[in-house]
């Protein structure tokens, strides 16, 4: 059966090539309207030829489209993906730096801690604005959000916009696949059973295929590999429930994550990692693009690459009425979690068909663990708010909930001084520190 998909934000290296790649590879969504979306010409451009290359490879027969404007080809899309930022990397360092120099010590600044409200307050108008071209010319479509920080600016869509919109993490991903290497077997060994918030998952239940309870042989492995992940064998050892995805994301929601996250995966060396990462898929994309690279060896480039994206697999099980269970959705809390706030977003399991998206009633998570979770969901609501309205009053009352800040004065001079740096990209702020 086939549709129309927006990608906006196309022309990033790694969500572009990596979504067309499931794309084109997908035979249920082959003949299929591709619309590329991104205000950068050139990478725009690049892109255009690295899905002309991958549509040819695959015999997809998707017709494609591009523009630099939204508007011009939104019209009648069932889909879109988004996954849009501005000067990304760039501004990420300035989240870090400006709190170090002040005292606060934040794990990697990106989607927690005085770097995750940054970053909050820059991409929510952002993506807001992108929304109402989506209303104007598909208001029915399904929005799959990909971008950063991922609950809040999910919540901002479904606070802000009369769009229906979910978030899409391949985080409890990334844990299987940690845990694939620990355990010396392949992801698709797992079957998880996750709640709580994104990048702040707890492992309800982790069984083998074959039904055997992973947890037994997960305090074996954990003795076996004393070096393995020290927050979150921690958290696990305290709380009694394994977190996902990793260290360095989890430790963004945790005060005392500094000295544990070992110091290759936090801060300047993790988002220089992240940088490094993503230049060579830059590279990778101009190679297709130029006809040099073997499209087979995309699936050589590690587990990423081998499956489907998430996106890709919800989108076939709608169009092709295939009931689906996805392992983490970010949405809004519909009693899905019993003891956590309703209506902040959450990341459940979820069964897809081709009526939507279906969030997976979790009951309660463990009294401490909600508490956690708790304390973040009113940052997540605070910093929406704040990004929004322009008040600076909610951006500190967020900043000064967070388990990572520890000093008033540290907290204003972080806030004031992150306000005015940022300024060409915070419009709606108009008082600063």
């Known amino acids: 059966m086939v549709t129309k998909i927006s990608m906006i934000g196309a022309g990033s290296a790694s969500f572009g090539l990596k ?25 725009l451009n690049l892109m255009k030829k690295v899905a002309d290359r991958l549509n040819s490879h695959f015999n997809s027969k998707l017709k494609i489209e591009k523009s630099t404007r939204a508007k011009d080809v939104l019209d009648g899309s069932e889909f879109v993906i988004i996954s849009a930022e501005k000067e990304k990397t760039e501004r990420w360092k300035i989240d870090f730096q400006i709190p170090f120099k002040h005292g606060i010590k934040q794990v990697i600044g990106e989607c927690g801690g005085p770097g995750g409200l940054s970053h909050t307050l820059r991409v929510v108008p952002l993506i807001l604005d992108i929304c109402r071209d989506i209303e104007d010319y598909c208001r029915d479509a399904l929005v799959l959000n990909y971008t950063n920080p991922e609950a809040r600016v999910t919540l901002a869509i479904n606070r802000y916009t009369k769009l229906k919109a979910f978030g899409l993490c391949h985080g409890i991903y990334e844990r299987l696949e940690s845990f694939s290497r620990l355990f010396q077997v392949k992801i698709e060994d797992f079957e998880p059973f996750a709640a709580g918030l994104n990048h702040f998952t707890w492992l309800l ?35 009694g429930l394994y ?20 110091e290759e995966v936090r801060g300047m060396n993790w988002i220089k990692l992240v940088d490094e990462w993503c230049e060579r898929v830059q590279k990778t994309v101009l190679s297709i693009a130029e006809g040099t ?46 003891n ?78 992150l306000i005015e740096v940022h300024a060409p990209l915070l419009p709606q702020f108009k008082r600063k520190a």
């Not at 587990?303 to 998430?310: A, D, L």
């Not at 605070?382 to 008033?408: H, I, M, R």
């Open 19 to 43: 979504t067309l790649y499931d794309i084109a590879r997908s035979p249920e969504l082959h003949g299929s309207t591709i619309a590329l979306i991104d205000i950068n010409k050139d990478r």
């Open 205 to 239: 239940d982790l069984r083998f295929r074959d039904g055997t309870d992973v947890y037994p042989i997960l305090d074996e492995k954990l003795r076996e590999n004393p070096d393995f992940e020290p927050l979150c064998r921690e958290l696990y050892r305290i709380f």
């Open 243 to 262: 977190p996902s995805p990793s260290d360095n994301h989890c430790g963004e929601y945790v005060g005392y994550a500094w000295e544990k996250v070992p």
């Open 293 to 338: 690279y073997p499209i087979d060896s995309l699936a050589d480039m590690g587990w990423y690459w081998k499956t489907r994206g998430m996106a890709t697999k919800v989108i076939s099980a709608i169009v092709e009425n295939k009931r689906y269970f996805e392992y983490a959705v970010n949405m809004l809390n519909n009693g899905y979690i019993n």
């Open 340 to 417: 956590l706030p309703q209506n902040i977003i959450v990341e459940v399991p979820a069964i897809i068909d081709k009526s939507g998206i279906h969030g997976v009633g979790v009951g309660s998570l463990p009294k401490a663990i909600a508490n956690l979770c708790s304390i973040q969901g009113a940052i997540q609501e605070l910093s929406v708010e704040a990004a929004f309205e322009g008040s600076y009053e909610k951006a500190l009352q967020a900043l000064l909930l967070d388990p990572v800040v520890q000093n008033l004065d540290e907290a204003k001079a972080t806030l004031g001084e």
